[in-house]
T-cell receptor
Framework: AQKVTQAQTEISVVEKEDVTLDCVYE???????LFWYKQPPSGELVFLIR??????QNEISGRYSWNFQKSTSSFNFTITASQVVDSAVYFC????????????FGTGTSLTVIP | DGGITQSPKYLFRKEGQNVTLSCEQN?????MYWYRQDPGQGLRLIYY???????QKGDIAEGYSVSREKKESFPLTVTSAQKNPTAFYLC?????????????FGPGTRLTVL
């Protein structure tokens, strides 16, 4: 079974629109970690955020914000006032305490911001 | 600058040949990983190593081999036994502490089998 589901394969928005990327995860561990990465066309994955299972506080970093809800096993990512430079593939990932540093990645959401 | 380097960026090989992808890090990280990325399938773990001279198979290890003789180096060999090796290969590293630290990624190697 897929541990991390990113149901949105591709999203297109017009510049300055807000966009939310969904991530749903599945785990039986009580201690786990969630991550978001950005993969621009160059290919290298860029780390955006890490959140542990005991910290449900939402986080905001500039135009980026993350909404972690354990009740729905979701860790959604919102970009406010999107820009063309936000065009990339975004991956959500899960790491469980029982499996050490092994990451489980979702299949990614390809975001295109149209100028 | 600290980081992860992968070489070459593009690699072409003939069917039936073995090929080795390089991965070097100067972040002093204990753990290193190899992932394969195919369109629409995200990243899949091939092998990982948490310490020198030790490594474990990931989800898709068949047809691949690795070595970890030095802390900073984790080369991946794609053997002729790998049925469909054309893909984008990403190397990553992380601290190996008690908490799950973020993984840092290299720029990747795109392998094409002709």
């Amino acid at each position: 079974a897929q541990k991390v589901t990113q149901a949105q394969t591709e999203i297109s928005v017009v510049e300055k629109e807000d966009v939310t990327l969904d991530c749903v995860y599945e785990t039986r561990d009580t201690t786990y970690y969630l991550f978001w990465y950005k993969q621009p066309p160059s290919g290298e994955l860029v780390f955006l955020i890490r959140r542990n299972s005991f910290d449900e506080q939402n986080e905001i970093s500039g135009r980026y914000s993350w909404n972690f809800q354990k009740s729905t096993s979701s860790f959604n990512f919102t970009i406010t006032a999107s820009q063309v430079v936000d065009s990339a593939v975004y991956f959500c990932a899960l790491s469980e305490a029982n499996t050490g540093n092994q990451f489980y990645f979702g299949t990614g959401t390809s975001l295109t911001v149209i100028p | 600058d600290g980081g992860i380097t992968q070489s070459p960026k593009y690699l072409f090989r003939k069917e039936g040949q073995n090929v080795t992808l390089s991965c070097e890090q100067n972040l002093n990280h204990d753990a290193m990983y190899w992932y394969r990325q195919d369109p629409g399938q995200g990243l899949r773990l091939i092998y990982y190593s948490q310490i020198v001279n030790d490594f474990q198979k990931g989800d898709i290890a068949e047809g691949y081999s690795v070595s970890r003789e030095k802390k900073e180096s984790f080369p991946l060999t794609v053997t002729s036994a790998q049925k469909n090796p054309t893909a984008f290969y990403l190397c990553a590293s992380s601290m190996d502490g008690p908490y799950s630290d973020e993984q840092f990624f290299g720029p990747g190697t795109r392998l094409t089998v002709l």
